[in-house]
Structures are given as C-alpha cells and as structure tokens.
T-cell receptor, first 113, second 118 residues
Framework: ETGVTQTPRHLVMGMTNKKSLKCEQH?????MYWYKQSAKKPLELMFV???????ENNSVPSRFSPECPNSSHLFLHLHTLQPEDSALYLCASSQGRVAYGYTFGSGTRLTVV | AQKVTQAQTEISVVEKEDVTLDCVYE???????LFWYKQPPSGELVFLIRRNSFDEQNEISGRYSWNFQKSTSSFNFTITASQVVDSAVYFCALSEALGAGNNRKLIWGLGTSLAVNP
C-alpha cells in the first residue's frame, strides 16, 4: 500500500462508547497530524506528532486521546463523545513540519448518536 | 492575524466552461507559502500546488492555472474547459511560521464547492 490509509471509513458510535481511529502512512514521513473537518468551519488542526513526540495539542477536549506508537502509525482514541464531535477526521503526514508536501488520508466520517 | 478568505461558497458551471476560484489572504510574514488542495467526494485532500511568496510567476498545469498577485494578496485558481471530474471542494491555504526555524502550520479557507454539470 502507498500513501496514507485511514480506518474505518465510517463510524457510528454512542456517547458512552469507546472507539479508536487508525492512520497508517507508508511514505517514510516523520510528522503526522489529526485534523477535524466540520461543515462550514475551517479545517481544525487537533494534534501534531513529530518523530513520535506530540508537539502540538490545540485545546482539544480530553475525550480525544492521540497515540503515536511509531512514525508510521497514529491513533485517535475516542470516549464519551458528544454529538457535536460528529465530523470528518482526517489524518495527514509530512516530512518535517515545513507545511508543504502534506499527504492526507481519505478520512473517517464519525457520527455520534 | 493570518487569514484565508474564499468568498465563493458554491459555484455551479456547465461542462467546458472556464471557472475561477478566488482566494484572498492576510499575513504579516514576509516568507510564506500558499496552497490549493482539492477534496473530491471520496474525502481525501489532494495537493494541487504550492507557491512561495517570492515567486509571483503564474503557473499552468494542463487545464489548471494559478494567478498569484502579492499586490492584492490573492492566489486565484482557474480551471479551463471544466469537466465533471473537476467537481469537488477546493481549499486555499496559507502556511504560518511557528517561531524560529522551519516549523509551520496551515491556515485554511472555508473552501469553494464546485459542481460541474454535464
């Protein structure tokens, strides 16, 4: 496989559930990102990992918990979410944090019921 | 503060028409990058172009062209002879420096949804 792969593509979860989103990149990049895309809002950068270390957390509620076990994998653990958390969650990777050459995955469409 | 404005929320054209997507930005950085990404219905954001703030040359890639004008802080994107496959949401973005060094983050516009009808 090449590029950035995200699973699952769609997820419906109740507010009391615990689930995880997975992102895998096969590009040899050393930085990975979680973005949230909601209707009528700019893309929101949630977390940045560089060399497997979290370097940025943009005031994201603690019900979202990222994990980066190695430079190829990134997870977003979800628990006790709210309906307003329903959105498209996009993973991206890049070589360095120079903000060019981002490669995005296809996203996970999350619906919280 | 850095900001990207895409004033056109939705555009609908008939196939083979030319269409221009507008992007206006604000920044105090002297060195910055501008980007266009395409998001088809499948969801992934596809990189189209990056432009360095020191390079104002217009660029053409097939049916796509970009007009960068620093004087008006605009980076507009034109699709010539549009096709149904061009239907997507198009995002303009600006890179913002994060202190010293090369670390940057992207500031995104809200996107323009383009529908090309047969």
């Amino acid at each position: 496989e090449t590029g950035v792969t995200q699973t699952p593509r769609h997820l419906v979860m109740g507010m009391t559930n615990k689930k995880s989103l997975k992102c895998e990149q096969h590009l040899g990049h050393n930085a990975m990102y979680w973005y949230k895309q909601s209707a009528k809002k700019p893309l929101e950068l949630m977390f940045v990992y560089s060399l497997e270390e979290r370097v940025e957390n943009n005031s994201v509620p603690s019900r979202f918990s990222p994990e980066c076990p190695n430079s190829s994998h990134l997870f977003l653990h979800l628990h006790t979410l709210q309906p307003e958390d329903s959105a498209l969650y996009l993973c991206a990777s890049s070589q360095g944090r120079v903000a060019y050459g981002y490669t995005f995955g296809s996203g996970t469409r999350l619906t919280v019921v | 503060a850095q900001k990207v404005t895409q004033a056109q929320t939705e555009i609908s054209v008939v196939e083979k028409e030319d269409v221009t997507l507008d992007c206006v930005y604000e920044t105090r950085d002297t060195t910055y990058y501008l980007f266009w990404y395409k998001q088809p219905p499948s969801g992934e954001l596809v990189f189209l172009i990056r432009r360095n703030s020191f390079d104002e040359q217009n660029e053409i890639s097939g049916r796509y062209s970009w007009n960068f004008q620093k004087s008006t802080s605009s980076f507009n994107f034109t699709i010539t002879a549009s096709q149904v496959v061009d239907s997507a949401v198009y995002f303009c973005a600006l890179s913002e420096a994060l202190g010293a060094g090369n670390n940057r983050k992207l500031i995104w516009g809200l996107g323009t949804s383009l529908a090309v009808n047969p």
